[in-house]
Every structure is written in structure tokens, then in C-alpha cells.
């Protein structure tokens, strides 16, 4: 079995590792940010996980309209990536992800994947810190990245998302494989990129998300619309969706929620 030994959830907003020296207060609350996903990293390391599967949701800089997946898993060898001066390469871990692969078609759900795969913002600006907080210089996890659209229509839909991670959980937990698996999710929280009400941050609808999940009652979040997450700003919400699922909606704990000028930054660990 292919046992899930840590699960984590973060914005990935360009921010992160840009560091624009917008206030006093913005560099703070990055600051804030940096240090929990540091957390994050030393949590994945103290759990000698030896796998880290993450999902993100590309912004047309990987992917672009001559082929965009609705879902893709990498199965190639290495993968990384470049982005605002950061270069990012890890092992990946192709036996895993190919079991992966094969059990979720079993499952229904028609997942394309990739060999090769030029990673961007929404995995290289949290995984830096993350990487950081585990001393990666001695520690080299390897990597599944797992697009889940988010940001083209027609996206998938919530519960289908939710559904793939317990699509997810049953396929590692029937694996012959004897991986120890850290899940981490990237995207949101309310932030409008990409719209005319960007700067704008949904906070009651921040809480009301990160209430329901440090309650455990993440499965009920699956309930939620298309229309309900686009009017919110809560779009990406559906990556953190497949983790829950993933993780049969264990509760959260809030590492750190920051309320920014464009973007609702939260870093959340789920107790697996």
C-alpha cells in the first residue's frame, strides 16, 4: 500500500516567490506565507514521505489552446521548471504515477498524462519554500504533478473533483507499492485574477471554506457550484476539493491565513 503520510494545502499566487515591494504590510504577510510553507516542508520531512503528489491548476503558461487537458498526470522520469530566477528539478516517480494513471481510468475517470512537463508559477512558488523548509539540499522527495483545470472552460466540475480524490485514495491504498505520499494542493483562496475585480478578496467566503474544513466537514464542500466558486473568487478552491477527497475530509488545521490585497493567502496541514 502507498500509504498517505501528510497533506497540505497553499496558495501559489507569482507573489510568493516574486516579492513585489508593494507595503510594508504586503512583505509581512509574505513573510507569514514563507514561514508556513517552510512548515509544511519540515512536516513532509519529519514524515519521511518519499513521494509528493501536488495539484495544481495551469494558467496557460504550460498549456495552451491547441491542447488543453482537463486532467493530467506527469509519468516521466525528471520534471521542473523555471520561474522569476528559480530553477526547479526533481526525480519523479513513474512507477507511482503510472498505477495512478491506470487505477483512476479504471475508476472513470479519463486522465491524460505526460512524459514531459515544463512546470510555472502555480508549483514553483509555493514548492520553493516547501523544498526550503525540508533542507533540500539533503532531502530530495520525488515528484507527481496532477493539473486539475481550473481556470479554462469547461473546468470540472466541484463534486467531480472531489471525487477524483477519493478516486486518488483508493487507487494508493490498493498499491503493491510502498511509497509514503505527501498530498499537497495549490490555488486560492478568494483572489479574481484575470477579471475586472481584481484586488478584490472574498473573505467571508475564505472563512466560511476554512471553517468547514477545520470542522471536517470538507465533503460538504463538494455541494458547491461552478457559479458559487467564480463568483467568490474561489475557482482554484477545486485542487484543495480533489485533496479532501483524497483525504476523506480530515480537519485542517489553519497554518496561516493572511488577507492580502488581491489574494486570500492560506496555508492549511490536514491531520492523516
Excluded at 509544511?40 to 495552451?64: L, Y
Excluded at 476523506?248 to 486570500?264: K, V
Aim: a negative charge; proline letters at 5%; charged letters at 20%.
Amino acid at each position: 500500500m502507498a500509504r498517505i503520510v501528510g497533506a497540505f494545502a497553499t496558495s501559489h499566487t507569482p507573489q510568493i516567490l516574486v516579492q513585489p515591494k508593494i507595503s510594508e504590510e504586503f512583505t509581512r504577510q509574505l513573510q507569514e506565507v514563507h514561514k508556513a510553507l517552510m512548515e509544511v516542508g519540515k512536516r513532509i520531512r519529519n514524515a519521511n514521505a518519499d513521494t509528493i503528489i501536488i495539484f495544481g491548476s495551469d494558467h496557460m503558461e504550460t498549456f495552451w489552446l491547441n491542447n488543453y487537458p482537463q486532467l493530467l498526470l506527469f509519468t516521466g522520469n525528471e520534471v521542473g521548471g523555471r520561474f522569476a530566477g528559480v530553477e526547479l528539478k526533481l526525480p519523479g516517480n513513474p512507477e507511482l504515477a503510472k498505477e495512478l494513471l491506470y487505477g483512476l481510468i479504471d475508476y472513470g475517470f479519463d486522465v491524460s498524462f505526460s512524459l514531459e512537463l515544463e512546470l510555472d508559477h502555480p508549483y514553483i512558488s509555493p514548492l520553493y519554500w516547501v523544498l526550503k523548509g525540508a533542507q533540500h539540499d539533503s532531502y530530495q522527495p520525488r515528484l507527481i504533478p496532477f493539473h486539475i483545470n481550473s481556470n479554462v472552460d469547461p473546468r470540472i466540475k466541484p463534486r467531480r473533483a472531489y471525487e477524483l480524490g477519493v478516486a486518488i485514495r483508493t487507487v494508493l491504498e490498493n498499491s503493491k507499492l510502498q511509497n509514503r505520499v505527501a498530498l499537497i494542493a495549490t490555488g486560492g483562496l478568494s483572489h479574481f485574477v484575470g477579471t475586472p475585480y481584481y484586488g478584490k478578496v472574498d473573505v467571508e467566503a475564505d472563512n466560511f471554506l476554512i471553517e468547514k474544513m477545520k470542522a471536517g466537514r470538507g465533503y460538504e464542500l463538494a455541494d458547491l457550484t461552478t457559479d458559487w466558486l467564480d463568483e467568490h473568487g474561489e475557482f482554484e478552491f477545486r485542487t484543495w476539493l480533489t485533496l479532501l477527497g483524497a483525504v476523506n475530509s480530515a480537519p485542517a488545521e489553519i497554518l496561516t491565513y493572511q488577507r492580502a490585497w488581491h489574494c486570500g493567502y492560506c496555508v492549511a496541514a490536514f491531520r492523516v
